[in-house]
């Protein structure tokens, strides 16, 4: 296996994203976009492992560190669209920080981000 | 293959920026329509109440009051959103109730309120719930946001 480290962090990415779409109520109920949008970015963390595993990039490190700490500034700048429901930040982010897929949601993306060096450190290069 | 990467990470740029614009869309807010039955009688008597759609329950956590009517009865419910978070709720009284009602309220956030009103034609013990559901996982009404509809026939 290619990228051990970067792809079991995408692969955690892509399970945590299914729960949370799978068994977040209000996601569908009050922000079906979010859904989309988080839906979207699962698609693509499965491509980004295809691709990956294929090794058609020869050195894919920047692109997953970028992706990886895009998605964490995405997924932590959720907590701004509060006042799209009326609350505020700091309870919106009480909300969010209380699903423990939503906080390996972002655990992952940390591992994402450090996935490459991981890598390297686990290939003794 | 610079070439590649670049265009990979263009694409990847692209995405991310895609979804965060979709993120920070707002929501359209909800409408206020009411669900109203059709009155069939001019004599009845106009039974009011107000519910909280509280996190999971009517005025409470969990479960909420017994609503005792008559038939003939024209029932008002003022619903206010009480949620602590980003949860909606709502108030059904439906086939899944089981009853043979279709009552819908609009799916409330904290703070909107809204007024229904429906025709008690059919005696029965049912049960009113909130209707919002994950794909999987547990539901409003599984939290226990349910509660009991009396309508009790006249003489």
Redesign the interface.
Known sequence: MRSPVTSAALTLSVIFSAVL???????????P??G??LA??AI?DMA?LT?LQTG?????R??VM??GL??FV?FL??V???P????TYG??A??LFSLWAYDGLLISQVLIIAGPYLDRLWAGK | MVGVRVAVLAVAVIIVAAVAVLLLMPAPPPTTEATTTQLTSPQTNIVSLTLYLNDYGFNASKGGPKITVFVGDTIRIRLIGNSSGPAVHDFVLDDKSPSPYNVKSDRLRRGQEQVIEFLANVAGVYKYYCSVAPPAGPSHRERGQEAVIEIMPRG
């Open positions: 779409l799978l068994t977040d109520a209000e996601l569908w109920a009050s922000a976009h979010h989309y949008g979207g970015l693509a980004i691709v058609r990039i020869a050195s894919p920047k692109i970028v992706w895009a998605k995405v700048g959720d701004l669209t509060a799209e429901f009326g609350i309870e919106f009480s909300y």
